[in-house]
């Protein structure tokens, strides 16, 4: 009686051994595709994210009088090197039928991911959405915003801009 039950525990052991040299086989190979998954996430340098969409950010000025054609957004208004460790605001402008466009789809609390031309990232939250008309008025008041949007000493933060209409703009500001 001892034998038999001395050989199905061994039985036993064997096979708990072949169970857990098969995990180890595997566990390498896991290994590797987490981490390959992981570095295909990096963001690039020099774009935002939100919305599962990602764009490239070009350097711009307030002397532009349109967003840039294709699927780029650019600095505008505030600090137009793109940085998330200056401390500053800065404002970017993008065309609505784009993938930029896909701003107005941001809450209050969407995340905004920004990651500079150094290859610093920062997430950003969204803390305020409007609808501003070309004169930097809130759509229905006489409330003026334009300073809001595109000055640089508000700490940091970003502005996007779309436009909806001719003369009408949302607004998104993150924190």
């Known amino acids: 009686m001892k034998t038999k039950y001395l050989s199905v525990l061994v039985s036993f052991g064997v096979l708990l051994s072949g169970i857990a040299g098969s995990f180890s086989a595997v566990a390498p190979a896991a290994t590797q595709t987490v981490a390959a998954a992981k570095k295909a996430k990096v963001q690039p340098k020099g774009t935002i994210a939100f919305s599962g969409v990602t764009v490239k950010v070009i350097k711009g000025n307030m002397k532009v009088t349109t967003a840039p054609k294709g699927?780029?957004?650019?600095?505008?208004?505030?600090?137009?090197?793109?940085?998330?460790?200056?401390?500053?605001?800065?404002?970017?402008?993008?065309?609505?039928?784009?993938?930029?466009?896909?701003?107005?789809?941001?809450?209050?609390?969407?995340?905004?991911?920004?990651?500079?031309?150094?290859?610093?990232?920062?997430?950003?939250?969204?803390?305020?959405?409007?609808?501003?008309?070309?004169?930097?008025?809130?759509?229905?008041?006489?409330?003026?915003?334009?300073?809001?949007?595109?000055?640089?000493?508000?700490?940091?933060?970003?502005?996007?801009?779309?436009?909806?209409?001719?003369?009408?703009?949302?607004i998104v500001w993150a924190r």
């Open 71 to 170: 699927n780029l957004a650019q600095t505008w208004g505030g600090q137009t090197n793109l940085s998330v460790t200056d401390k500053q605001s800065t404002h970017i402008i993008g065309h609505n039928n784009t993938s930029f466009g896909k701003i107005v789809k941001l809450k209050k609390g969407s995340p905004v991911t920004v990651r500079d031309s150094k290859g610093h990232s920062k997430t950003y939250h969204v803390t305020a959405v409007r609808n501003v008309t070309d004169y930097g008025m809130i759509q229905g008041t006489k409330k003026d915003v334009w300073n809001q949007i595109v000055s640089a000493k508000q700490g940091e933060q970003v502005v996007l801009q779309t436009c909806l209409s001719k003369t009408l703009n949302r």
